[in-house]
């Protein structure tokens, strides 16, 4: 199937559509009158005046005035994929959700990820909430997980939401920093908001800056109802856990990648769909009763709180596997609309006070920006399962019903009078018993914002707690208000005394403020929960990823191919950089192509590198800036390093000859690649000292 055929792909709605089929054919008015001549407008006379008559360009130039739709408020900036999720587990013990009934059983999916904070056009490699948002089209309707890859929120309640989102984006007066939290504005609001404060713990972490879409966890967040057969209900909470294993960049990293490649997310997966390397994720649901709920430390309607795994583990029921790309990014990614509340027989929504107003918001906004309330008939938010309803009219109304009823109960009988209720199918809330006044009020149950971001941090290795405390710093380092910095380290004296220690210090202040005051004091240490950290949870293989092999002219041969060989056997990647485009030539005279020109393809675009110049090569790249920087950033960024006897010039060059230590591997022969592309498997060399 070509992919790119929007004939045979569904999700752009090219079944019908007759544009741009890639067969020449003849060019067209929207009314379908073909053009002669689309180069020159109407005028009279070569050098005349435009003629108003000319419906072609008033047709061509008012299309062009009315392309753009406003973008999202939140998660602007996003990329799309289909795949399908399969069921590898039967769920009829605790749901009536079709998609849970049968094993094996495949359901259409598509999944857009996203960053939250930038616009459309900012960079992916923001630190930065990633949206993971799935559309289920299952066949009792379709159902949307609209998650992140935090399982955690920053506020309580959605009536801080406009709030908290102001607060983040572009400051109102000047307009920036796009795409930024760090910012006064951001920093007041959060510690003003101690709630916030086990979300600021994820978001300072490494999570908020992932290597690729494909290496991150994603979640539901919430708790939600699971209800079976009988209208028994118990909680779920949902994971999508990466098969591909986690994995996220350095700071300074991301901060070049922006620089050299600001569609780096978006790239690596496209490419990696594109070559077959399907990324795929375990569902895991975490399923509690009420029970448990009573008597768990936190409240399990409160977002800023998760349930540890060690504690209710995680029951793995399907897998997601992204297959296929878009054939057309503003048909599919930009005009899918996620809703909290597309929701299926069998699930349900708990009284989670964020939930419920998200509830209402989805909806509302997909209003304003897809135009009216006929979006659920664009291609990729319709249904794939049959829908009749009498629901009508409206703009841009596409599927129109046919025949006399438009409403029910009608008199028409069975063939005329249209759609019926179905009380054995159809959807049904979980009928838990709810009273109390009528308050604004936030449950005591809400009230302890310290103690799980404690865990997460001690739930950290050395290393991630380090970047944390090196992001904490960075962030408050661009707020001006000293009072501001000064209030987020009198909160972290409530989470780690020396983490509030090693913040102040860096940002030069003396002497500490007092621990902030808190609505409920931390609690004694919640054991360490291995699951909240990256490291701990790092791949086992180098499948998927990327080395940069810096070459010129003359380079090895066979240390290529042996290394061609071992990458391609362990499903790794690699691209050729090199000093010039086209080829370059080998010892043996084979020729290369090359993918990146070396100021084009810096080190931080890949995994690993490797150093494989020819003897006399060099030397022009000791003389190179970005190949000196290409050594040098790969060192720093912890890399494994692969590297031939003649790169030696260019490491010494590069500053790095004498400190060459275990994650830098001479490449001798097929032994030492193979070695080589197995120490990549622990992706960084974390022991390398800095
Ligand atoms: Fe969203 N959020 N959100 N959000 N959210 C939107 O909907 C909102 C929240 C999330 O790829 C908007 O279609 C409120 C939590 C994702 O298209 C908007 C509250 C989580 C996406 C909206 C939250 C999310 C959105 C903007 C607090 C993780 C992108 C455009 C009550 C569980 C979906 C749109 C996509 C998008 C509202 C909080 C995830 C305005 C009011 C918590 C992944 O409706």
Known sequence: MD?????????????????????????????????????????????GPGLIEDHILREKLFHFDHERIPERVVHARGFGAHGYFETTESLEDVTSADIFQRKGERTPAFVRFSTVAGSKGS??????????????????????????????????????????????????????????????????????MPESMHMLMWQMSDRTIPRSFRFME???????????????????????????GMQSVLWDEALKIN?????????????????????????????????????????VLDATKLIPEEQVPIRIVGRLVLDRVVSNFFAETEQVAFCTQNI???????????????NFSYLDTQLKRLGGPNFTQIPINAPKCPMHHFQQDGHMAMSNPTGRANYEPNSWGEEEGGPREDPARGFESYPEDVSGPKVRERSETFADHYSQARQFYISQTDTEQQHIINAFAFELSKVKTPVIRERMVSHLLNVDKQLAEKVAEKLGINPLPK????????????????????LKNGPDSFKGRKVGVLMTDGFDADIFKSLEKSLKAEGAMFEVVAPHSGEIKSSTGDMVKVDEKV?????????????????????????????????????????????????????????????LDEGCLQLTNTKTTDEFTQNCRDIRFWQRAG
């Open 3 to 47: 992919k790119t055929d929007p004939k045979t792909n569904p999700g752009n709605g090219g079944e019908t559509h007759q544009q741009a089929t890639g067969k020449t054919s003849t060019l067209t008015t929207q009314q379908g009158g073909p053009i002669a001549d689309d180069q020159n407008s109407l005028k009279a006379g070569a050098r």
């Open 123 to 192: 960079a992916d490699l923001a630190r930065d909430v990633r949206g993971f948002a799935v559309k289920l089209y299952t066949k009792e309707g379709n159902w949307d997980i609209v998650g992140n890859n935090i399982p955690v929120f920053f506020i309580q309640d959605a009536i801080k939401f406009p709030d908290l989102v102001h607060s983040v984006k572009e400051e109102p007066d000047r307009g920036f920093p796009q795409a930024q939290s760090a910012h006064d504005n951001f920093w007041d609001f959060a510690t003003l």
């Open 218 to 244: 994603g979640f539901g967040v919430h708790s939600f109802r699971l209800v079976d057969k009988d209208g028994k209900s118990q909680f779920v909470k949902f994971h999508w856990k990466p098969k591909q």
């Open 259 to 299: 620089g050299a490649d600001p569609d780096f997310h978006r790239r690596d997966l496209w490419n990696a769909i594109n070559q077959g390397d399907y990324p795929e994720w375990e569902l895991g649901l975490q399923i509690f009763d009420d029970e448990f709920a009573e008597k768990f430390e936190f409240d």
């Open 344 to 358: 299926v027989k069998g699930i349900d929504h708990s009284n989670d006070p964020l939930l419920q107003g998200r």
């Open 515 to 534: 621990p902030a005051d808190a609505a409920m004091p931390t609690r004694d240490d919640l054991p360490v929960s291995d699951k909240l950290s990256i």
């Open 599 to 659: 100021d084009g393809g810096p080190s931080v675009l890949f995994d690993a590198i490797v150093i494989l110049p020819g003897s006399d090569g060099v030397k022009m790249l000791a003389e190179m800036p970005p190949a000196l920087t290409f050594v040098s950033d790969a060192f720093n960024h912890k890399k494994f390093i692969g590297y031939a006897d003649d790169a030696m010039p260019l490491l010494k060059k590069a500053g790095i000859s004498e400190m």
